[in-house]
């Protein structure tokens, strides 16, 4: 069973930066494909960015194309959403799930085909 944890939201002013970071203490992410989404209050929830378990592919929606950066350290079990030129609009719960894929040159968009899921940490952008 793998635990995810998010750490890294907060408040911050737009046009600011977070870092986000989804660790596992148990089990390893090697294998999984990794994907960020979030819920702002009141809409349903939003797939953010995306990146496979090798990290040479990535995908984002386009809302946050050239804002934020997706990346992963298998060796640290770890992955990471750079959200920079932050708005308002990304105010919101941000979640990390994993997709148990083994081998795979494509990303999972699809909220739905992820095995396991973090809590979540709180952005705040105030205009």
């Known amino acids: 069973q793998l635990r995810l944890v998010e750490s890294g939201g907060g408040l911050v002013q737009s046009g600011g930066s977070l870092r986000l970071s989804c660790a596992t203490s148990?089990?390893?992410?090697?294998?999984?494909?990794i994907g960020w989404f979030r819920q702002a209050p009141g809409k349903e929830r939003e797939g953010v960015a995306f990146i496979n378990n090798s990290g040479d592919k990535t995908d984002y929606v386009d809302s946050v194309k050239g804002r934020f950066t997706i990346s992963r350290d298998n060796a640290k079990n770890s992955a990471y959403l750079q959200m920079d030129n932050l708005k308002p609009e990304d105010t919101g719960v941000y979640y990390c799930?994993?997709?148990?894929?083994?081998?795979?040159?494509?990303?999972?968009?699809?909220?739905?085909?992820?095995?396991?899921w973090g809590q979540g940490t709180q952005v705040t952008v105030s205009s």
């Open positions: 148990r089990g390893t992410l090697e294998y999984y494909n």
């Open positions: 799930a994993a997709d148990l894929t083994i081998l795979s040159e494509s990303t999972t968009p699809e909220a739905d085909k992820y095995d396991f």
